[in-house]
C-alpha cells in the first residue's frame, strides 16, 4: 500500500515540479549582425574563415567538425586579415559559413526560431540557392532568393540539437548569381523550464518519510 502512495506521490510531485517552475520565454542563443540591411557589419570573405565561434567549446566531435575553441566570442569584423571575422557574403567559390555554438540542456530540449536576412547581393544581379544544416542534418532550403535579398524564417526540430556543443551551417548551393550577402543572422529558443528546486526537495523529503514508514 505505501508502494503505490510512493509512485502517486512521486508522479504528482514531478508534475508539480514544473507546474511551480517560471514560465520559459524565448532568449537570443546568437545574434551575428544588426537587423539594418547592410553587410558593413562583417568582413570580407578573404579576410574572414568559413568557421565563426560565438562560444569557447569543444568543437571537434561536431560535424563538421570545428577546434576546441578557447578564444571566447570572435568579433563579426576586426578590419585585419587576421580571420577571426564573420564573412559578409556567400559566394559560388566561398559558398559555406559553419556557426559554433553551445546550448543547455533545457535549451536543446526547447523550441527553435532561426532568422536570417540576406540583402542585395552587389549588382551582379541573378538569384541564389542556400541551404540550412544543424549539425550537418538539413533542416531548411531556399531557392531563388533575389538580388534584392530577403528574409528567410524557419522553425528546426529539437531532435536536431545536442546538449553542449553544435553547429549551423549555412551553404549557397546554386543560382545563377555571383555572390549574396548576408545583412543578420539569429538562432532563439524557448528552452524547457527546469523543475522547482523546492518542489524537487519536497518530493525527496516525502519520498524519504515514506520509506522509513514501509521498514517500521
Same mark, same amino acid.
Given at each position: ?36 540591411? &547592410? #553587410?558593413?557589419? =562583417?568582413?570580407?570573405?578573404?579576410? /574572414?574563415? @568559413? ?8 568543437? !571537434? ?20 586579415? &587576421? #580571420?577571426?571575422? =564573420?564573412?559578409?557574403?556567400?559566394? /559560388?567559390? @566561398? ?8 546550448? !543547455? ?112
Amino acid at each position: 500500500m505505501i508502494d503505490k502512495k510512493l509512485n502517486k506521490l512521486a508522479l504528482f510531485i514531478t508534475a508539480l515540479s514544473f507546474v511551480a517552475a517560471p514560465g520559459a520565454t524565448a532568449a537570443t542563443v546568437f545574434l551575428i549582425g544588426a537587423d539594418d540591411n &547592410s #553587410q558593413s557589419d =562583417f568582413d570580407p570573405e578573404s579576410q /574572414a574563415d @568559413d568557421n565563426y565561434y560565438w562560444e569557447n567549446g569543444d568543437y !571537434t566531435t561536431t560535424t563538421p567538425a570545428g577546434v576546441n575553441w578557447s578564444g571566447g566570442q570572435e568579433t563579426w569584423q576586426d578590419g585585419v586579415a &587576421s #580571420q577571426d571575422g =564573420f564573412e559578409r557574403a556567400l559566394l /559560388a567559390g @566561398d559558398p559555406t559559413i559553419n556557426i559554433f555554438f553551445q546550448l !543547455t540542456a533545457g535549451e536543446a530540449a526547447g523550441t527553435f526560431q532561426f532568422d536570417m536576412e540576406f540583402r542585395a547581393g552587389g549588382n551582379n544581379g541573378g538569384d541564389h540557392n542556400v541551404e540550412f544544416k544543424l549539425n550537418n542534418t538539413l533542416f531548411h532550403t531556399e531557392n531563388g532568393i533575389p538580388q534584392s535579398g530577403k528574409l528567410v524564417s524557419t522553425g528546426i526540430s529539437n531532435t536536431l540539437a545536442n546538449t553542449g556543443s553544435n553547429v549551423l551551417t549555412i551553404n549557397r548551393t546554386g543560382g545563377s548569381g555571383i555572390w549574396i550577402q548576408i545583412d543578420y543572422v539569429e538562432l532563439d529558443v524557448t528552452p524547457i523550464p527546469e523543475p522547482s528546486t523546492a518542489a524537487l526537495f519536497f518530493l525527496g523529503t516525502v519520498t524519504l518519510t515514506l520509506r522509513r514508514q514501509r521498514k517500521h
